[in-house]
């Protein structure tokens, strides 16, 4: 999704209103890859009123024709389905705006199409991969299962429905981030977007603390390092001179769970960084079916196989091994933040203080162990929008208070060790300009991109054919998708 609505309580502001429908279904195509309700049921049909169902069975049929697409009586049914599958709360939302919205990711996609932007064909076969595997691993492997209740004839049928059904949403979040890209805001901006809203229609923060921690991890020894070595360059000759498979190696050995099921491929493109740099270097240095030797980044060692270069994308598999830790090293980090705890405790180091010296987290270190929210990118996190793991960590602690250590895990290592403490607690308040600025900031800059999306959208509209058909003619859109009617 695109445009994330803010972490408020309260909002009545007219921006909002505007971006509600947009926000709810720019990633529809995207959720619906990853159930897919069968397009032979008999359809329900829903007053125009309201997503509630009806007992009336209708028979499927054109609902619409966007551009190139075409829109059937049952997809609105499968796509309120999805939502409700996943828990959303559709209460107030009528079926004529969620249709609205449906056209809309299809005008997106139609215009991606329009426009030529690239599909990065085999991320979308990596994601469908992914998305089956993961429902095969809910129901045991049975694929034959899997195709029964999906009532498809056979597995490739299934594998270009879900296809088409991620290219869509891939083109429609392509085209949607194309238009917005570039909007940027400026901090006068923000003043007059803040002083235009009403002071009764402000919006209000709810409860907000401010989080600090120390981490310790444990460290890796030289013989571990030198072990995952060895092994990654036993497997580099075993492909070489034996005629391995470097994709079974994959399968059997990488601790990389994100590209195991694609076999570790990625595919890089020069322009769009996404990898670690020492990744891309190595990649984009090698010539097609050459083998890396071991290499070493945050997460661990790799080898990578360059598969194929197509003008600036490169596809590469890789095999990452992590290096094992021993009890040792487990038991003196362990060890060391205990001794920690207990030195802030006893007053003998502030909170801040024990951060700057003894944290292994680079993020947080050198704030006096300030965590910083992923999301408003300041140092508030909204107490009934947080992590819920974060949440069960500090929902106990008074402002001030040390957590007991607490063993975690992340991407880059399997074990570390951290304390946590409020340092701060900011009740309910309405929006203040200079408290809040980086989150009014944020709504200011959503307000300008659902601007420049009814800007794009308006013209849009009139350049494209559009046709409405059946109750849906009856709708009362806020965009002009009648415009042929």
């Known amino acids: 999704m695109i445009l994330q609505k803010m972490p408020l309580k309260t909002i009545n ?13 720019v990633s529809f195509n995207f959720t619906n890859a990853q159930e897919i309700i069968d397009d032979e049921k008999p359809q329900v049909e829903k007053p125009k009123d309201s997503v509630v169902n009806k007992t009336r069975i ?35 939302v009528t079926r004529c705006e969620l249709f609205g919205s449906l056209l809309e990711n299809k005008l997106y996609a139609h215009q991606a199409i329009q426009d030529s932007v690239l599909v990065n064909e085999l991320y979308i076969q990596g994601l469908v991969e992914q998305q089956i595997q993961g429902i095969l691993a809910q129901t045991k492997g049975d694929m034959d299962g899997l195709l029964k209740f999906y009532k498809k004839d056979s597995e490739q ?41 009403p002071e009764d229609e402000r919006p209000t923060f709810g409860t907000e603390l401010k989080l600090a921690q120390i981490v310790v991890i444990p460290e890796v020894t030289e013989d571990a390092k030198q072990a995952v070595i060895d092994k990654l360059k036993g497997f580099k000759r075993d492909v070489e001179e034996n005629g391995a498979s470097f994709t079974t190696k994959v399968l059997f050995y990488t601790d990389d769970a994100a590209s195991k099921p694609k076999g570790g491929l990625y595919t890089l493109n020069r322009k769009q960084p996404r990898m670690v740099k020492e990744f891309r270097d190595v990649a984009f240095s090698m010539q097609e079916g050459e083998i890396s030797e071991p290499f070493e980044t945050e997460y661990g060692y790799h080898i990578i196989l360059l598969e194929k270069i197509r003008g600036q994308e490169y ?19 362990k060890d060391e933040i205990d001794e920690v705890r207990a030195k802030i405790v006893d007053g003998t180091l502030t909170f801040a203080e ?28 909204e107490l009934t929008r947080m992590d819920t793991e974060l949440y069960t960590e500090i929902q106990d602690l008074k402002d001030g ?25 900011i009740d309910d ?19 300008k991109q659902v601007e420049a999306i009814a800007k794009w959208q308006k013209k849009t509209i009139v350049d494209t054919y559009i ?3 059946g109750e849906y003619r009856d709708c009362d859109f806020q965009s002009n998708w009648l415009k042929n009617q």
């Open 13 to 25: 502001s007219k921006f909002i209103i505007k971006a509600i429908l947009l926000i709810c279904f």
């Open 58 to 92: 209708k028979a499927d049929g054109v609902a619409a024709v966007v551009g190139e697409f075409i829109i059937l009586e049952s997809d609105l049914d499968r796509e309120i389905a999805q939502l409700e599958a996943q828990g959303a709360d559709l209460e107030g």
């Open 157 to 197: 049928a299934l594998r270009e429905q879900m296809y088409e059904i991620n290219k869509n949403g891939y083109l429609a979040n392509e085209m949607q981030n194309k238009v917005i890209q570039e909007i940027e805001v400026t901090p006068e901006e923000v003043r007059q977007f803040f002083n235009s809203i």
């Open 315 to 333: 596809d590469a598999r890789h095999i990452l091994l992590r290096p094992e830790l021993t009890q040792e090293a487990i038991q003196k980090a």
């Open 354 to 381: 024990a951060a700057r010296e003894f944290s292994d987290e680079k993020e947080t270190k050198y704030e006096g162990g300030q965590m910083t929210n992923p999301t408003t990118q300041d140092f508030n996190f």
């Open 401 to 425: 208070e040390i957590s007991e250590v607490i063993q975690d895990e992340d991407r880059v290592n399997s074990i570390k060790f951290k304390i946590l403490t409020v340092t701060d607690r």
């Open 429 to 447: 308040h309405e929006a203040d300009f200079a408290k809040d600025y980086l989150k009014i900031k944020a709504l200011a800059l959503q307000d």
């Open 467 to 469: 046709k409405i058909n």
